[in-house]
């Protein structure tokens, strides 16, 4: 069964730094989105993409964080100047839309020390 | 904006019974509801969703009602097995590409 793949699915990373998150989605799917989950706490809507812009984002989403899918395949997450409240696990989602739902990557544990 | 709850957090059942998980939502305009299940060190896994002109889905053992009047949704597992614990979330969305806003979760046990 096709698969949303994650990369990596741990990182640790200082405080200010930046840090890119990488999700291959499943190669015919055109809705691509990113939720994250601070432990303990519900999955949050951070950003949905299609037809290569932004179709909506959260106010988590702010200037520190943005989107890219460079190549057709890969969809990435950044953030610019990474804070201790931005530690959580990362879930990267895709769907080919008309009746279909979202398949949902593993995700990846981000920690900011 | 769109508050989902749900309850209850933790549910512990003796394999072969039944599990019932509810949702609650907030936003009316909302007529997309899918359920994911999310075992240790995985991303959540769609198991059945519903719209809003549909009453009732299954499939095999799995079940979702909805009630659009008083705006909740539940699932339900019948004749459950070990392998049905993990974490369960129901989410709502205006559509099934929107953003899903999720419940707080579900930890179902299955004692066998």
Redesign the interface.
């Known amino acids: 069964e096709p698969e949303?793949t994650?990369t990596p699915s741990h990182q640790v990373t200082q405080m200010g730094q930046e840090v890119i998150l990488r999700c291959v989605p499943i190669s015919n799917h055109l809705?691509f989105?990113w939720?994250r989950q601070i432990l303990g706490q519900?999955?949050?809507?951070l950003v949905?993409f299609?037809n290569n812009e932004i179709s909506?984002k959260?106010e988590i989403f702010d200037d520190q964080f943005s989107v890219e899918r460079p190549d057709g395949s890969n969809f990435t997450l950044k953030i610019r100047s990474t804070k201790l409240e931005d530690s959580a696990m990362y879930?990267c989602?895709s769907?080919p839309?008309g009746?279909?739902?979202?398949?949902?990557?593993?995700?990846t544990r981000l920690t900011v020390v | 904006g769109e508050n989902v709850e749900q309850h209850p957090s933790t549910l512990s059942v003796q394999e072969g019974d039944s599990a019932v998980i509810k949702c609650t939502y907030s936003d009316s305009a909302s007529n997309y509801f899918p359920w994911y299940k999310q075992e240790l060190g995985k991303g959540p896994q769609l198991i059945i969703d519903i719209r809003s002109n549909v009453g009732e889905k299954k499939d095999q053992r799995i079940a979702v009602t909805l009630n659009k009047t008083a705006k909740h949704f539940s699932l339900h597992i019948t004749e459950t097995q070990p392998e049905d614990s993990a974490v369960y979330f129901c989410a709502a969305s205006l559509s099934n590409t929107g953003k899903l806003i999720f419940g707080q979760g579900t930890t179902l046990q299955v004692k066998p």
């Open positions: 949303v994650q809705y989105y939720y519900k999955v949050e809507f949905s299609y909506e959260s879930f989602a769907s839309g009746d279909y739902g979202y398949t949902f990557g593993s995700g």
